[in-house]
């Protein structure tokens, strides 16, 4: 038969050179890595290349296209999914054989599974951490009109971020995007599929566990759903208003952009005579701090890591008085010569110390604890000296 068909994006690898005829189960070559990954129903491999680590997934061909078609939809939009490379088909003869396509994805930095989660320690802090990252991931896709069809906790990747959780959506070989709106309908079949899913996800863990079935966190997923729909009510709801009381409206942007979320759009429309308001947001992603971040600074981070970092800046421009914008200018670029670049630098040096800046997150925290307890000010490189001597307090422990 001809040599498989390859299309891979600009900037990455050819992947021309590898045994893609053979079944990834078969593969032996030096490029291949052993990573933690969580249950999946396909074959996974973890391929180390160009300054990279890739993951690629095999599954038939027409469920690949679709994953990596609706990947490149949604990482044009900033919602939370991973990164699709290419795709790999014609690899046998039969198109539905499981071998017969290959997704290639990047590997998503410092991410862990859900087990690694529920494994750790604390995990009753860290559910409560769990249920807002997942009803964030759920809200974040509809708004792109992205419907899942199969969200579990198996098809969801965590990484910290500052003291939250991020959610990463790995598997959208069932998913679909709908250019006219996504119906209240398909978003109550997404949540109602991703409770019993979650449910057997729980049932399987406890089974594992030697617990009965009654002492499994089957909650969960209910719990998530709750939360999801408080949150889309707050970032959806059409509201009126006295027409003289339009700083509402700048109230409820400045609640929504508290959660993260970009407001693209105010939608106006005068009701009963003029005299009232009636007003929608049209929301973007949840990137409003790390936007600002980026802005401010040049400094890349999480939504979380860069709401926390930013009040390290806004600290930093406070003590030196400065008011103007072009002094917040020249205080931000200071700060970041000065304060994080050095400090990022220091972090990097720590063994066991994986994400610098999410390990800058956790020493703030730290220095914000000791400034409160001593009644002073804290330089960072004290805090620093500290935070290693305490043994890192807050950062998460290898998994």
């Known amino acids: 038969m001809p040599p498989p068909s390859i299309t891979i994006r600009a900037g990455h690898p050819d992947f021309l050179d590898y045994p893609w005829s053979r079944s990834l189960t078969r593969w032996d070559i030096p490029q291949l890595i052993e990573l933690p990954k969580g249950i999946s129903r396909h074959t996974v491999r973890f391929l180390e290349t160009g300054g990279h680590i890739y993951v690629i997934k095999e599954l038939p061909e027409r469920a690949a296209r679709n994953d990596y078609e609706v990947l490149r939809r949604l990482e044009n939009s900033a919602a939370p999914a991973v990164t699709p490379v290419g795709i790999v ?16 994805t990047l590997y998503e930095s410092f991410s862990f599974s859900y087990r690694e989660l529920l494994a750790g320690p604390g995990f009753g802090l860290n559910r409560t951490r769990m249920l807002d990252a997942f009803a964030y991931l759920l809200v974040q896709l509809h708004l792109t009109n992205c419907f899942w069809g199969d969200c ?53 863990i406890a089974a594992q566990a030697n617990k009965t079935l009654d002492e499994a966190d089957l909650a969960l997923g209910e719990e998530i759903a709750e939360r999801y729909h408080d949150l889309w009510r707050e970032l959806r709801h059409e509201e009126v208003i006295p027409a003289g009381e339009r700083y509402r409206i700048a109230e409820r942007i400045q609640r929504i952009n508290a959660l993260g979320f970009d407001v693209e759009e105010v939608d106006l429309v005068p009701v009963a005579g003029g005299s009232e308001l009636r007003f929608k947001l049209s929301l973007g992603g949840r990137t409003f701090h790390r936007q600002r971040l980026r802005d401010l600074t040049g400094v890349e981070a999480l939504e979380n890591q860069a709401r926390q970092i930013l009040s390290d800046l806004f600290y930093f421009q406070a003590r030196r008085g400065a008011e103007s914008p072009a002094k917040k200018s020249v205080a931000a670029v200071r700060w970041r010569a000065g304060e994080f670049e050095p400090t990022i630098a220091r972090l990097r040096e720590i063994e066991g110390v994986s994400d610098p ?12 604890i000791m400034a409160t307890d001593q009644g002073r000010d804290v330089a960072t490189s004290e805090a620093l000296a500290d935070w290693v001597a305490a043994g890192r307090p807050g950062y998460p422990p290898p998994g």
């Open 357 to 368: 800046v999410q390990a800058y997150c956790d020493l703030l925290h730290h220095r914000y």
């Open 89 to 104: 088909t014609d690899r046998t003869s039969d198109r539905h054989d499981e071998e017969s396509a290959a997704l290639i």
């Open 152 to 204: 579990s906790l198996s098809n969801v990747l965590y990484r910290w971020d500052a003291d939250a959780l991020k959610t990463v959506m790995v598997d959208a070989e069932t998913a679909s995007i709908h250019t006219d709106g996504l119906s209240d309908g398909r978003r109550d079949e997404d949540i109602a599929i991703m409770v019993e899913n979650v449910a057997g996800g729980m049932a399987d």
